[in-house]
């Protein structure tokens, strides 16, 4: 077999990948799109080459010869961006990860180092092929030396081949002759300066007329053009300096031997952690993690006596781990895992049920075991029985505690725990059985299926000890104990419970909807004058701007822009453009809502949404199939879509809503002697802030400066900034610096606790809530300053926001458990953000209101009291 050896210019491709690919971040913050495009290059280029040798050379940043020269005529080339600049060291240890020789040496570029490997690789009968981004390697093209350049075309990578008899067809030159081109045009970004008024065309002709630098000065006297003739003829030492500069060193004292560049396999177990944390999760297709008997050892039981022999073997105040195979409906079996060598895979049957196995659980609980598992909320359905509640206190999730300890990674799966906390790589779901359902998976593959979630249950059983410990460093063991686990439950009832639904009005409601739409479009036409597509960004531009020459456009690649905060700038002046705006809200709600929700009616008239705790990086809940978090309340027409949200028959639905939280929240940790006050006498804050900041008296304010004041108070919690708040309410930068300035005057401990929070944040890397909820703050250390401003507002907002959404959590245990413990048929059946509503039995009203009020008015005991505004109706829509 011949050898073939490819050379990867290392700076010059990772340059190249991050100005080609989109700014990519892990959950850390680190960029790395840099990486992430060098490794796609270097996968592509080793698929086509078949490599027998491989290295990658890289620049030491010291002065070189050509440095040295370069910065007596004009210094150095444009410094490296700071986001590039932090993913070298990254890509330099991936590569060592993946075992590819790396090389460089002070003294010398990488050109320098590749250019000699390459030369004396072909003096030793190698195939050699050269990947940069840099033509000046073009100079060392031979028979037997390719130099390959990518490209970036349409987000695809191409690449361009150059042999010597390549680079003759498409410079009508010779390698050689083609460094004295490069030296006559120059290259700043090279640090070759060429000779003035000497660029690519001129440069071209005068080598391929004379065919070289010498042969050009010999025949100066024929070059016509005088200010070409001048430029020679002055710059005959910079020309020679040039060449200097670009001829490539070939002959350079490079230690690496070829030994050291074979290649072996990539995909090791350290490269597969280092995408993993980098957050290269479609490149982890590549590794083939074994998973196979010889590595994960476990028994399998499919009888009720080979699961209870196996569970004699668990002693009191162990943990075991444990894991369904599958959902409620389509569960196959479960794993558990309680020490080294003892795992075993429970196949469900006719004698080993899934009833069965959840009695076994529910007695290991009450021997004081503890059980551990991933995503709890999805197993309570085996460990809760006839609503009886589990001792939570035996509960632990692998999940939730990695969520904790890093809530800016939303999407944690069992390989990502096992790899973070276990240090065990493994592999995906989608990696091992494609598409396949659990129950496909485990028909077809059932011996790969059950060794699968074997290893899965080892892995995660070593974790979960680490992740406990971990929490406890961080302070947040207590959250982890008294908020978040308990949560878990709460929300397996409300899923459970879900929301009915009365479809007919549904449909009436979307039929409504649709004769609006249909009115308003023709409304929108008669003012245009013309009939268009009112969806289509590009007619809709066209007619604004074009026809009817609306101020304020924004031209973009595509055309105009119509995003919604430039025509929420022109509707107060142009009925056009209001109702343009009313269309477009309409149908989404439709497309959204009244169509929407269709899919997820079930037959007992009821939706069922999923509640998630692990995605909002403040620790706020969000809901999924479907969303119920944004169900419209800014318009009437979108508030009408809560009276097809009903109770049962004899039930109704009570709504109580947290009143103003995050300012609460704002003036009890700020300590703000002044705001705190005005809350304890139920004082109007809009109207008094109002009052402040526009020096009126209070009875004075009018409904406009009301909301405005309520824009600037609510603003503050957010961070607001001037630009933001001027752009809110359609007044000058000024005007809003003015405001906010006076607000700070007249809340001045909010000022001080913001500051405190930005540079707590800076000192710590992380922000805290009240019950010790932490975010980290990678964006503060940036170098772009747009994200260090962002990174700001959220070090400002995060207490405030995480507070407010642990004190709603803690306030929804509290209700469904007096609900379930006071043996009462209402139930919790939503959260909204601040709002809680239970489906209410009609002898329990004055009960429920009683319970909500004071579950949500002492969840937390703070300087400013918690108010709620309570509200019973036969819909939703009344109750609210």
């Known amino acids: 077999m011949n050898q073939k050896l490819v050379l990867i210019d290392g700076h010059s491709i990772l340059n190249r990948a991050f100005y080609g690919v989109p700014d990519l971040t892990n959950s850390q913050g680190l960029h790395t799109n840099a ?57 330099k240890q991936v590569l060592q990860a993946m075992g590819i020789t790396t090389v460089e040496h002070e003294g010398l570029e990488a050109d320098d180092i590749l250019g000699t490997l390459a030369r004396r690789a072909e003096q030793e009968k190698f195939e050699v092929s050269i990947v940069s981004g840099d033509r000046d390697l073009l100079q060392i093209a031979s028979e037997h030396i390719k130099i390959r350049i990518p490209k970036t075309k349409g987000g695809k990578t191409e690449v361009e081949d150059y042999y010597a008899e390549d680079v003759i067809r498409s410079y009508k030159m010779t390698p050689k002759q083609f460094i004295e081109l490069k030296a006559l045009m120059g290259d700043t970004a090279d640090n070759i300066p060429g000779v003035p008024k000497v660029g690519e065309k001129t440069a071209t002709d005068l080598m391929v007329r004379y065919g070289s630098i010498e042969n050009i000065y010999l025949h100066l006297d024929e070059i016509s053009k005088k200010s070409i003739h001048d430029s020679l003829e002055q710059n005959r030492e910079l020309a020679d300096l040039s060449l200097r500069l670009a001829t490539i060193k070939t002959d350079c004292d490079v230690e690496t031997s070829f030994a050291e560049m074979k290649k072996n396999d990539f995909y090791t177990a350290q490269a597969y952690t280092m995408f993993q944390d980098l957050g290269f999760k479609n490149l982890l297709g590549r590794f083939e993690i074994k998973q196979g008997k010889a590595d994960t050892a476990f028994q399998i039981l499919n009888q009720k006596e080979e699961m209870e022999l196996f569970l004699k073997g668990v002693k009191t105040e162990k943990t075991i781990f444990f894991q369904i195979a599958g959902d409620e409906e389509h569960a196959v079996g479960m794993t558990l895992s309680f020490e080294a060598g003892k795992t075993a895979f429970c196949v469900f049957n006719e004698n080993l049920t899934k009833e069965w196995a959840g009695k076994c659980l529910r007695d290991l609980i009450k021997q004081k075991i503890s059980l551990a598992t991933f995503d709890i909320k999805n197993e309570y359905f085996l460990l809760e029985e006839n609503d009886e509640t589990p001792d939570m206190e035996y509960l632990s999730d692998t999940l939730i505690a990695a969520y904790l300890l890093n809530p800016l990674k939303s999407d944690y799966q069992p390989e990502d725990i096992a790899q973070e906390y276990a240090d065990t790589p493994l592999q995906t779901y989608s990696q091992a059985f494609g598409k396949r359902s659990v129950k496909e998976a485990f028909e077809k593959n059932g011996s790969d299926f059950m060794n699968f979630f074997a290893a899965q249950a080892q892995a995660l059983y070593l974790a979960a000890p680490v992740l406990e410990k971990k929490l406890l460093e961080t302070d947040q063991k207590e959250l982890y104990r008294q908020i978040e686990m308990p949560l878990t439950l709460v929300l397996f009832h409300m899923e459970k419970e879900g929301v009915m639904i009365r479809p007919q009005e549904l449909k009436e409601y979307g039929q409504a909807l649709s004769v609006r739409i249909e009115k308003l479009e023709k409304e929108v036409w008669a003012l245009a004058g013309t009939e268009f597509n009112l969806n289509s960004p590009k007619q809709l531009g066209e007619i604004l701007f074009d026809e009817l020459h609306l101020p304020g456009s924004k031209k973009t690649k595509t055309g105009y822009s119509t995003a919604a905060d430039v025509l929420e700038k022109l509707a107060p002046d142009y009925p056009i453009v209001e109702k343009l705006l009313e269309y477009r809200g309409l149908s989404k709600l439709k497309s959204t809502y009244a169509d929407g929700l269709m899919h997820f009616v079930k037959e007992s008239q009821r939706i069922h949404s999923t509640f998630h705790q692990t995605i909002a990086a403040t620790g706020r809940i969000s809901s999924t199939d479907p969303n119920l978090q944004n169900i419209p309340m800014r318009t009437e027409m979108g508030r009408q879509i809560r009276k097809v949200f009903v109770a049962r028959p004899g039930f109704l639905l009570t709504d109580a809503d947290y009143s103003q939280i995050e300012l609460r929240v704002l003036a009890s940790l700020s300590g703000d002697s002044q705001l705190i006050e005005a809350y304890r006498q139920d004082a109007d804050i809009h109207r008094m802030t ?186 939703w829509y009344d109750a609210h």
Do not use: W
């Open 35 to 91: 990486v992430y495009g060098f490794l796609n290059i270097l996968f592509k280029v080793l698929e086509e080459e078949k490599a027998t040798h491989l290295a990658v050379a890289f620049d030491l940043h010291v002065p070189t010869f050509r440095h040295e020269m370069y910065a007596a005529y004009k210094g150095t080339r444009k410094p490296m961006p700071q986001e590039l600049r932090e993913q070298v060291p990254v890509m």
């Open 690 to 875: 109002a009052a402040k900041v526009f020096h009126v008296a209070p009875e004075d304010v009018t409904p406009l400066m009301r909301r405005n004041a309520k824009a600037v108070n609510f603003g503050i919690v957010y961070g607001i900034s001037s630009f933001g708040l001027s752009q809110d309410l359609s007044i000058s930068r000024k005007e809003a610096a003015d405001y906010i300035d006076t607000y700070f005057k007249m809340y001045p401990d909010i000022k001080n606790y913001l500051d405190k929070c930005v540079e707590e944040a800076k000192t710590n890397g992380y922000t805290a809530t009240l019950f010790g909820r932490r975010r980290p703050m990678p964006e503060l250390f940036s170098s772009n300053f747009v994200q260090r401003s962002f990174g700001e507002r959220v070090a400002k907002n995060a207490p405030i926001q995480g507070t407010a959404a642990d004190i709603i959590k803690i306030a929804m245990i509290r209700v469904d458990k007096r609900l379930r413990s006071e043996k009462m048929k209402s139930r919790l059946i939503l959260q909204i953000h601040d709002e809680l509503l239970v489906e209410t039995a009609e002898e329990e009203t004055e009960k429920v209101a009683e319970i909500m009020s004071f579950e949500m008015k002492n969840a937390v005991n703070m300087a400013v009291p918690m108010e709620i505004d309570l509200h019973t109706g036969n819909n």
